[in-house]
């Protein structure tokens, strides 16, 4: 087993998915014998129409499900040897709907993880300034908010400021920007690009959006009925001539010649 | 004498009979609460305890309060004290609005949230307390309300057994035809069930959770 574990660490993947399967009770394969590394620092993009099995990978990695075959690893360790709790704390998430805690202020939201962890209070309200301007969000005017008192693309930032909270190295983002009008997701997928180069964070994201895989990443993970089709670099995959990856590079180049009007 | 003037006559003995009935509906609700909320939880945690635990609280529901009162009444520590009988009947009543509640207020914790206490590193026992239970305390509340109410009016006949209560006088008046006693036991109750309602519903609205 060191040996395999050696190997993890060589390749450079902070997360590895190694044959990793993923079954349904019911029988249903929803992930089948995926393999592959996540490099360090790099931003990875799942891509794929609903129930390509996306999520599912994703869920994988901070075990909020265990791989039925196979393994995924963490830091070169498998997550089934990782404590789940720790696993989790260790691993910043940011789903869809944010999953804000209505009851909670955009304070005691984002403080979440660094109160589990029981840091010393005064460390913690400087970290909650610190974390709502990173994703621009004036501390003084935000704090004691509730969820239901901000706009969707509050919401989402506030989501991405606790995942950071306690400045885990890897961050998990589930179609994060998916329950925002057009206009503000531009927005806020342009300051996210910008936040990214300066966290320098391994971050893995799912999406069905072909520009923002393509704006985001640094490798498109293409996926398609619980398969892996194959990993680009955004260039790459606009000149694949794997059937899928074109037909959504055709799909896209479509779109941009509709909006150009041609 | 008009019923006023009998009512400030006896102020005394119905200020007494009241309290008995707070002491007997409040000891109940304690008690419900405490076994009601956990056995909720339970039927959300464990599917398979859920027919069971519902399914007896039905029961309970069902049997006719003089007859439970009977049946309690030859258990060995139960039937020794009839304010002690009284609270264990009227608290195996109140049990199912509680229950009930408790379990369809944790049911309806939005799962997006849930999904993200799982993610961020929550124990299972800290989605219950920090997640869970506050999400649903209004509805819990509602339960413990609907209860409240429910208990006020059945501890009226915990008089049959001696436990003291506003029932005192509605016995008194049935046996001697007497409907200012009656109605010295049923005001008395009809005001604290409807105080009782308001207070409840006061508290249910403030902590319901805004959206």
Known sequence: MNEAVNAGVDRGGIVEFRHASYQLPSGQTLLSNISFAVRSGETLVFLGRSGAGKTTALRLINRLIDPSAGEVLVEGRRTIDWDPIALRRHIGYVIQETGLFPHYTVEQNVALVPRLERWPEPNIRPRTYELLALVGLDPGLFLKRYPHELSGGQRQRVGVARALAADPPILLMDEPFGALDPLTRAEIRMEFQALQKRLGKTIVIVTHDTSEALLLATRIALMEAGELKGLYSPQEFLQSKEPVAAAYAAKLRALEGFERGQ | ?211
């Open chain 2, 1 to 211: 004498m008009n019923l006023s003037q009998f009512f400030s006559q006896h102020s005394n003995e119905i200020l007494q009979a009241t309290l008995e009935h707070v002491w007997l509906v409040g000891a109940t609700m304690l008690l419900a609460v405490a076994v009601g909320v956990p056995l909720g939880i339970v039927v959300v945690r464990k599917p398979w305890l859920s027919r069971p635990i519902l399914g007896s609280a039905n029961v309970a529901e069902t049997i006719p309060s003089l007859a439970l009162l009977g049946f309690l009444l030859p258990l060995p520590w139960l039937g020794d004290r009839a304010d002690r009988l009284a609270i264990t009947a009227l608290t195996l009543y109140a049990l199912l609005p509680i229950i009930r509640n408790t379990a369809a207020g944790i049911a309806g914790v939005d799962p997006a949230i849930r999904e993200a206490a799982r993610g961020m590193g929550l124990t299972p026992r800290q989605i219950l307390f920090q997640v869970e239970l506050p999400l649903s305390i209004s509805t819990i509340l509602a339960g413990v309300r609907v209860a409240t109410v429910l208990t006020i009016g059945i501890a009226t006949i915990a008089a049959a057994v001696g436990a003291g209560g506003l029932g005192e006088f509605i016995f008194r008046g049935l046996a001697m035809v007497n409907n200012r006693l009656i109605l010295a036991g049923a005001v008395p109750a009809a005001i604290l069930a409807l105080g009782a309602d308001l207070l409840l519903g006061i508290m249910e609205r403030a902590l319901r959770p805004a959206r």
